[in-house]
C-alpha cells in the first residue's frame, strides 16, 4: 500500500492542471461556497439593498439575463442591477485566491438617489453547521432555539472568528475597516441560516456616496472522512446502458468539437434543427454552418450510433405572433394554418441530409416544449403534435420517430408524458423518452421517470445533462467543482433513474470540457478528465450492476460487458479509506482524477480490498478480462 501510494502521489505531481480552488463563485461574482482540505462548506454571500419599507434585493445579480460581466476566468465581475422603482447601482467585485485563503475587493455605486435603508454586505452560513457553535473572542454561542431577538449577535469590529460546534470548520473574517456586523436565526420559506450581516452603508444612498469594501476569509476544516464501503455485485445485473455522448447543438464549428469528437466518442449524440437557416438557404447551397451541421451528422451516422435532431427556433413567419417578440421568447407556439408549411420545411431537411450525407436521425424533438424554448406546447399539444409529425414522417418514408418529453428538467416533469403514454395513436411515433437533469432531481423523482420508461417499455434518454441552467453566463461552469457537481449527477442518474443514455450538454464551448486558446490550440479543463473516465472506462452496450456506498459524498456505479467490469467511485470529500467487497479476483487498473492532474493510470497486480482515495476525486477501477 506503501508503494502503491508513492506511485500515485508521483503520477500527481507530474501532471498538474493548476492550483486547488478554495473558493467557488456563481455567474455574478458571488461566493457560493468555501474549500480547504478537500471539504467544501457552502455558503451564500453578496452584496444588498434594502430600500424604505423593507424591501431587500441583490446588487450583484446571477440570474440568466442580468448585465454582468466577467474578464475571461479570471475573479472579477463588474455589471449593474436595475430594482423594480427604476433606480440603479453598479458593481465592480474583485476576488483572489491564496495559500490564505480569499479576499474580496468590491466597489458599489449608486447610479441614480436611493431612498434606502441601508446598504449590507450579507453572508448566509449554513445553519445544521454551526448550531451550537461559538461566535467571536467571547465564545458566544450559535443558538439551538429561537432567540429572543432575532439578531441575536451584534458587534462594530474589523474581525470575526466563527467555530462549528464539532471544530471540523473555523472561518476568520478580516474587514478593511471596523464595520457593524450582526447575526440574525433567518428561517423563511426558501432557507434556514445564520445570516451574518456587515453594514456597509446606513441611510440615504447617492452617487456621491460610493462604496468600497475589503474582506478577506480565511476557512480551515478539520474533516474526519469516515471510512467508506463499497460494495459491488457483479452477479445482480440491474439494466442495459448504451453508454455517454455528447450534444453538438451551437457552435459546432469551434476546434472543441473534433478534439471530443476524437478523445470522448459518443454512444449517443444529439443536434440541432437549424431551420432558421434552412427556411432561407434550401432552395439553393446550403451556407457554412448548415454544410458543418450535415457533415457532423454524416460523421456520427457512420458510427451507427442513435442519434437525436432537436429543433429550438423557428423563422419568424411560423408563429402566432410574428415579429411581435424577442428572440428567446419562451412558449411561442405554430398556428394550425402554419403546421403543414412546418412539417414541409422539416421534411425537406430530412429528405436532403438523407439523399446528400446519408444521414437520418433516430428520434426528432422540440427542446423543452414544456418550458417553451423556445415552442411551448402543453401536455396535451404535445400529444397532438407527435401524432401530426409521426403521421408526416410514415406518409414520406421517413423511418425517424419522436422524441418523447424531452423536458427541461426531472422535478416532477414524467407527467408531461402521460397525456401521450394514454393515446395509443400517438404512441405508435414515440421511439424513446426523455429529461434535462438541470437543477437535478430527488431519487424519487428520478425514478418516476424510470417507472414511465419501464411502463412504455421505452428507452429513457438524458437528452442534456447538466448542473445549473444558468452558469453559461460568464463561464461559471468553468471550475473543477461544477466538474464534481456533474459527476455526481451522473451517479445518481444511474442509481435511480437508470437511463439507457447520457447525452452531455454540450461537447462544444457551450459548458465546453475544453479550453480554445487564442492560437486555438484545444487544452484540456479538469472537467474534461472526470467526462473521459465515464466515457472511455465504461463499456458501451454494458450492464449496470448492483453497486453502493454507505456515505453520502461517495457515490458508485459499476458496469459489466461480459468478463470486462468497471466501478467509478466519485469521492466528493476529504481524502479517505474506501473498504471494497464483491470484486472478482483479477488484475486490476486504476484510474484516478484530482483537480491538479487527470486520468492517472495505475496497473494493480491484485484485486484491491482496500483503496486510499484522493480528496474531490474520481477513482475507476477496470477489469478488463
Not at 1 to 30: I, P, Q, R, Y
Not at 334 to 360: N, V
Not at 569 to 592: F, H, K, Q, T, Y
Request: hydrophobic fraction near 40%; aromatic fraction near 12%; include cysteine.
Amino acid at each position: 500500500m506503501l508503494m502503491k501510494s508513492l506511485l500515485l502521489f508521483a503520477a500527481l505531481a507530474t501532471v498538474s492542471l493548476h492550483a486547488s480552488e478554495k473558493a467557488t463563485f456563481d455567474s455574478g461574482g458571488n461566493l457560493v461556497s468555501v474549500i480547504d482540505h478537500g471539504a467544501e462548506l457552502s455558503l451564500a454571500a453578496s452584496s444588498f439593498v434594502t430600500f424604505t419599507g423593507g424591501l431587500t434585493l441583490t446588487a450583484e445579480p446571477h440570474e440568466q439575463r442580468s448585465p454582468v460581466t466577467r474578464e475571461r476566468l479570471a475573479l472579477r465581475w463588474k455589471g449593474t442591477e436595475t430594482y423594480p422603482n427604476a433606480t440603479k447601482s453598479s458593481f465592480a467585485t474583485d476576488w483572489s485566491e491564496s495559500a490564505d485563503g480569499i479576499k474580496l475587493s468590491t466597489d458599489l455605486r449608486a447610479e441614480s438617489m436611493f431612498d434606502a435603508e441601508s446598504v449590507d454586505y450579507v453572508i448566509d452560513l449554513p445553519r445544521d453547521v454551526f448550531v451550537g457553535g461559538t461566535i467571536g473572542e467571547q465564545n458566544e454561542k450559535f443558538p439551538e432555539h429561537k432567540p429572543v431577538t432575532v439578531d441575536f449577535f451584534h458587534a462594530e469590529t474589523a474581525s470575526l472568528h466563527l467555530t462549528s460546534a464539532d471544530r471540523s470548520w473555523q472561518l476568520t473574517f478580516v474587514l478593511d475597516q471596523a464595520r457593524p456586523m450582526s447575526i440574525t436565526d433567518q428561517w423563511d420559506k426558501q432557507e434556514r441560516v445564520y445570516r451574518l450581516r456587515i453594514r456597509l452603508h446606513q441611510g440615504f444612498w447617492t452617487p456621491k456616496d460610493p462604496i468600497h469594501f475589503g474582506l478577506s476569509l480565511k476557512a480551515e476544516a478539520h474533516p474526519s472522512a469516515r471510512v467508506a464501503h463499497v460494495a459491488v455485485n457483479p452477479a445482480q445485473p440491474l439494466y442495459s446502458f448504451d453508454g455517454f455522448g455528447g450534444d453538438y447543438c451551437f457552435d459546432v464549428s469551434t476546434p472543441a468539437v473534433e478534439y471530443t469528437m476524437d478523445n470522448l466518442p459518443s454512444a449517443w449524440a444529439r443536434l440541432e434543427f437549424k431551420a432558421v437557416q434552412w427556411d432561407r438557404q434550401r432552395s439553393g447551397e446550403p451556407g457554412l454552418e448548415l454544410k458543418r451541421d450535415f457533415e457532423l451528422m454524416q460523421r456520427i451516422q457512420k458510427t451507427s450510433i442513435p442519434w437525436i435532431l432537436s429543433v429550438w427556433r423557428l423563422p419568424e413567419h411560423f408563429y402566432a405572433d410574428p415579429n411581435q417578440k424577442p428572440t428567446g421568447t419562451f412558449g411561442r407556439q405554430i398556428p394550425a394554418a402554419k403546421w403543414p408549411e412546418f412539417l414541409d420545411l422539416l421534411g425537406s431537411y430530412l429528405e436532403y441530409a438523407k439523399k446528400h450525407y446519408g444521414a437520418e436521425p433516430t428520434l426528432f424533438s422540440f427542446n423543452e416544449p414544456d418550458l417553451g424554448v423556445d415552442l411551448g406546447f402543453s401536455a396535451e399539444t404535445h400529444r397532438d403534435a407527435i401524432k401530426r409529425i409521426g403521421a408526416y414522417f410514415a406518409a414520406k418514408g421517413i423511418k425517424t420517430k419522436l422524441l418523447l418529453g424531452d423536458t427541461a428538467n426531472p422535478r416532477g416533469s414524467h407527467v408531461y408524458t402521460l397525456p401521450t403514454a394514454a393515446d395509443r395513436d400517438a404512441m405508435q411515433y414515440v421511439g424513446a423518452i426523455s429529461f434535462h437533469s438541470w437543477g437535478n432531481g430527488t431519487a424519487q423523482q428520478y425514478r418516476d421517470w424510470n417507472a414511465v420508461a419501464k411502463w412504455l417499455q421505452l428507452p429513457l434518454v438524458v437528452g442534456e445533462a447538466g448542473s445549473d441552467p444558468g452558469f453559461y453566463r460568464n463561464e461559471a461552469f468553468d471550475s473543477y467543482s461544477y466538474g464534481l457537481r456533474d459527476a455526481e449527477q451522473y451517479q445518481h442518474l444511474l442509481h435511480d433513474a437508470q437511463p439507457n443514455a447520457i447525452i452531455y450538454w454540450e461537447y462544444t464551448e457551450d459548458y465546453g470540457l475544453v479550453r480554445v486558446n487564442a492560437d486555438k490550440a484545444v487544452e484540456p479543463t479538469p472537467r474534461f478528465y472526470l467526462m473521459k473516465q465515464f466515457v472511455a472506462l465504461t463499456p458501451t452496450k454494458s450492464e449496470v450492476i448492483a453497486s453502493e456506498s454507505d456515505q453520502p459524498d461517495v457515490s458508485v456505479s459499476a458496469f459489466a460487458k461480459n468478463a470486462a467490469l468497471t466501478l467509478h467511485i466519485l469521492n466528493r470529500g476529504a481524502e479517505r479509506e474506501i473498504d471494497l467487497s464483491g470484486l472478482p479476483a483479477s488484475p486490476w487498473r486504476e484510474v484516478v482524477t484530482t483537480e491538479e492532474a487527470g486520468f492517472q493510470e495505475t496497473n494493480l497486480p491484485s484485486t484491491p480490498s482496500t483503496l486510499n482515495v484522493p480528496a474531490r476525486s474520481m477513482v475507476s477501477l477496470v477489469k478488463s478480462q
